[in-house]
């Protein structure tokens, strides 16, 4: 089967930083993504990594080690507009026909 | 760019009708489009996976015949929700890529549909 886990939930205050884990395993391993999702909302792409190492994108990092079979989201400079539930995404054929996402975190950020 | 929008936003319908939500991609051409169905605070559930001018492929335990999908274009898929019930209350949403560019790896969200069978 193809499974991905990510922690349920976190807490953070503004301005601190988080991680957000995600181990994978899939039959094939392609990429792994992270989506944001507002309640309500629909989910928007923030990253994707296809090699080992992290990506930077402003306050968002995401990084990526095949062989752990593992990933993570990191949020730098919490903003209370962060607060979301995020989910990692496992591409995982080669055609782009097969994506597996994750359970989504549940990020609270206080005051 | 890079948009996908879904019609209707919301619906309500009784117990029994069928319900047609449209999804498009406005900029770009979907080489393919996926149809997830979302619970309260659950994750994307993967209903089917379409691509233009063939069938669906649907996920196990996906009615097929309850849940038609149609992928007629490059920019437009439709999801029939027929003999809706109850049950088949839910958040539907879709999504598209394409096999060129950055969007080969990356999905492009509708804004979703709220189904509510009364």
């Known amino acids: 089967g193809q499974s991905l886990e990510q922690p349920s939930e976190v807490t953070a205050v503004e301005g601190a930083i988080v991680q957000i884990n995600c181990t994978y395993q899939t039959s094939g391993f392609y990429g792994l993504s992270w989506y944001q999702q507002h309640d309500g909302g629909a989910p928007t792409f923030l990253s994707y990594n296809a090699l080992d190492g992290l990506e930077e994108t402003g306050r968002f990092s995401s990084f990526l080690s095949r062989s752990d079979s593992y990933g993570y989201l990191l949020l730098q400079e919490l903003q209370m507009k962060d607060s979301a539930s995020y989910f990692c995404?496992?591409?995982?054929?080669?055609?782009?026909?097969?994506?597996?996402f994750g359970p989504g975190t549940r990020l609270s950020v206080l005051p | 760019g890079a948009v996908v929008s879904q019609h209707p936003s919301w619906v309500i319908c009784k117990s029994g009708t069928s319900v047609k939500i449209e999804c498009r991609s406005l900029?770009?051409?979907?080489?393919?489009m996926f149809w997830y169905r979302q619970f309260p605070k659950q994750s994307l559930m993967l209903m089917a996976t379409?691509?233009?001018?063939?069938?669906?492929?649907?996920e196990q335990g996906v009615e097929k015949d309850k849940f038609l999908i149609n992928h007629a274009s490059l920019t437009l898929s439709t999801l029939t929700v027929t003999s809706a019930h109850p049950e088949d209350s839910s958040f539907y949403i879709c999504s598209a890529r394409s096999d060129s560019g950055r969007s080969y790896n990356e999905q492009f969200f509708g804004p979703g549909t709220r189904l509510t069978v009364l």
């Open positions: 379409s691509n233009e001018g063939s069938k669906a492929t649907y």
């Open positions: 995404a496992v591409r995982s054929d080669n055609y782009g026909q097969n994506f597996v």
């Open positions: 900029d770009f051409q979907a080489t393919t």
